[in-house]
């Protein structure tokens, strides 16, 4: 049975940073391809960035080149994505997944989810 549980979640001040933590399980994290995502309420779902299988190429969107960092650490068979400079606009549901294949991963849906972190960006 897969499973992807997120960690790492809560309140932060704008400003301040997070790490988000995805623990697999029935899978081994380096022959998938990863991606993180939020959905916050009233807006669409969406994909922050996806980390390729094997030569972990990284695809960041918009939303978060230049302050959030995904990487993998097969050696705990964990994904992350470090969170800096957060706004209160961040304050979301944050969701990992993974798919043997890319293509899901970072322009598709991903087989596998998490239940999701929430975080909050308040003062």
């Known amino acids: 049975q897969v499973q992807l549980v997120e960690s790492g979640g809560g309140l932060v001040q704008p400003g301040g940073a997070l790490r988000l933590s995805c623990a697999a399980s029935g899978i081994t994290l380096d022959y998938y391809a990863n991606a993180w995502f939020r959905h916050a309420p009233g807006k669409e779902r969406e994909r922050l960035a996806c980390i390729s299988v094997g030569d972990n190429g990284v695809h960041d969107t918009e939303s978060a080149k230049g302050r959030f960092t995904v990487s993998r650490d097969n050696a705990k068979n964990t994904v992350y994505l470090q969170m800096n400079s957060l706004k209160h606009e961040d304050t979301a549901r944050y969701y990992c997944?993974?798919?043997?294949?890319?293509?899901?991963?970072?322009?598709?849906?991903?087989?596998?989810w998490g239940q999701g972190t929430p975080v909050t960006v308040s003062s």
């Open positions: 997944a993974a798919d043997v294949d890319v293509g899901p991963v970072c322009y598709g849906s991903p087989n596998y």
